[in-house]
C-alpha cells in the first residue's frame, strides 16, 4: 500500500494546520499510524506514534487522528510556531514491510 | 545519553560491496532496530528490519537478495550489507530503534545520525 500526503503546506505562526496522509489501500485503521519530524539536515524524529499518542518530551499543540471514512490520518499543529517548520512523515506498516508517506514540507511564514 | 551512531559510509562503485554498521550505546541492545534510507533531497524510504534477537528479518523489495542485514549483541552493533550497489542506493543511510508503544504497536523511537552512502564511478 501508499500513503499519500501533500507535497507541502503552509501557514502562519499562532494558526493551525492539518496535514493529511491517506492509505491507498485496505483500511487506514488495519494498522497503527505514526508521524515523524525531520528537520533539515537532522534525522527524522518521532512525534505521534499509535494513531494519536504523543512521543516523550512532545508538546501538546501535536496531535492526530485517523478517520475511517477518508482511510486516512492526520496531524495537527496548534497553535504554529516558527520552530514547527520542518518535514513531516507519516508511517504504518503490513506486518513485513514499513511504508512512509512521501513527507509535507511545513513552512510557517 | 542513549543514542544510535552509523558508520560504514563512503563512495562506492556500482556493483561494488559496502557494509555499515549501526552501535547503540547507554541502553540495553534488546531491540529490534530498522535501516531507513533517504535520497538527496528526498523522502525516507524502509529498507531493512532485524529483531533483537537476529531471528526475523525482512527487507523492502528495492534490495531484497543485495543486502543483508546481522547482529552482533555482543557488541551492541547492527549491520547492513550492502551488495551490488547501484546508483539508485545513494543515499542517507539511518538506523533506528523500535520500540513498543502504549497500546502494543511498535515505533522508531530514536534514530542515529545517519552515514552517507555515495554509489559513483
Known amino acids: 500500500f501508499m500513503l499519500t500526503q501533500p507535497h507541502s503546506v503552509s501557514e502562519s505562526p499562532g494558526k493551525t494546520v492539518t496535514i493529511s496522509c491517506t492509505r491507498s489501500?485496505?483500511?487506514?485503521?488495519?494498522?497503527?499510524v505514526q508521524w515523524y519530524q525531520q528537520r533539515p539536515g537532522s534525522a527524522p524524529t518521532a512525534i505521534i506514534y499509535?494513531?494519536?499518542?504523543?512521543a516523550s518530551g512532545v508538546p501538546g499543540r501535536f496531535s492526530a487522528s485517523i478517520d475511517r471514512s477518508s482511510n486516512s490520518a492526520s496531524l495537527t499543529i496548534s497553535p504554529l510556531q516558527t520552530e514547527d517548520e520542518a518535514d513531516y512523515y507519516c508511517?504504518?506498516?503490513?506486518?513485513?514491510?514499513?511504508?512512509f508517506g512521501g513527507g509535507t514540507k511545513l513552512a510557517v511564514l | 545519553q542513549e543514542q544510535l551512531v552509523e558508520s560504514g559510509g563512503g563512495v562506492v562503485q556500482p556493483g561494488r560491496s559496502l557494509r555499515l554498521s549501526c552501535v547503540a550505546s547507554?541502553?540495553?541492545?534488546?531491540?529490534?532496530i530498522h535501516w531507513v534510507r533517504q535520497a538527496p533531497g528526498k523522502g525516507l524510504e524502509w529498507v531493512a528490519f532485524?529483531?533483537?534477537?537476529?531471528?526475523?528479518?525482512h527487507f523492502a523489495d528495492s534490495v531484497k537478495g543485495r543486502f543483508t542485514i546481522s547482529r552482533d549483541n555482543s557488541k551492541d552493533t547492527v549491520y547492513l550489507q550492502m551488495s551490488g550497489v547501484s546508483p539508485a542506493d545513494t543515499a542517507m543511510y539511518f538506523c533506528?530503534?523500535?520500540?513498543?508503544?502504549?497500546?502494543?504497536?511498535?515505533?522508531?523511537?530514536?534514530w542515529g545520525q545517519g552515514t552517507l552512502v555515495t554509489v559513483s564511478s
Open positions: 532485524i529483531s533483537d534477537d537476529g531471528a526475523t528479518q
Open positions: 533506528a530503534r523500535y520500540v513498543v508503544g502504549v497500546k502494543g504497536g511498535y515505533y522508531f523511537d530514536l
Open positions: 489501500s485496505d483500511s487506514i485503521g488495519d494498522s497503527f
Open positions: 547507554d541502553f540495553t541492545f534488546n531491540y529490534g
Open positions: 508511517q504504518s506498516y503490513d506486518g513485513t514491510s514499513w511504508v
Open positions: 499509535e494513531d494519536n499518542q504523543r
